[in-house]
Nanobody, 128 residues
Framework: QVQLVESGGGSVQAGGSLRLSCEAS???????????MGWFRQAPGKEREGVTS???????SYADSVKGRVTISRDSSKNTLYLQMNSLHPEDTAMYYC???????????????????WGQGTQVTVSP
């Protein structure tokens, strides 16, 4: 059974940092490496939006709203995806979802692809 399990969410003050993790189970490392992986978020009353993605080649893409403040990375030895978030703003408050799709390239933008797998989400709350 393929699963994506996020962790690392929490509450921080504006300007703080958080590191989200997403462990993928049910994949071998060789298969995991062929997945486009990314993070989406959804704030209350808003549509889900793509935050960042990383493809099989290590190429990354970021939404303009987070560019320069967040970094996506993947550790294939652990089948784990990370999202390092710094200089957090209250408007970063949202449920963050890990996502995956079996394709080598994620496409042009952080939210330009359609995941086939989703995690259950982890809440990030940033207070002023």
């Amino acid at each position: 059974q393929v699963q994506l399990v996020e962790s690392g969410g929490g509450s921080v003050q504006a300007g703080g940092s958080l590191r989200l993790s997403c462990e993928a189970s049910g994949y071998t490392s060789s298969i995991y490496n062929r997945y486009c992986m990314g993070w989406f978020r959804q704030a209350p009353g808003k549509e889900r939006e793509g935050v960042t993605s990383i493809d099989a080649y290590g190429s990354t893409s970021y939404a303009d709203s987070v560019k320069g403040r967040v970094t996506i990375s993947r550790d294939s030895s652990k089948n784990t995806l990370y999202l390092q978030m710094n200089s957090l703003h209250p408007e970063d408050t949202a449920m963050y979802y890990c996502a995956a799709r079996y394709m080598l390239s994620c496409g042009a933008g952080a939210g330009s692809w359609s995941p086939s797998r989703w995690g259950q989400g982890t809440q990030v709350t940033v207070s002023p």
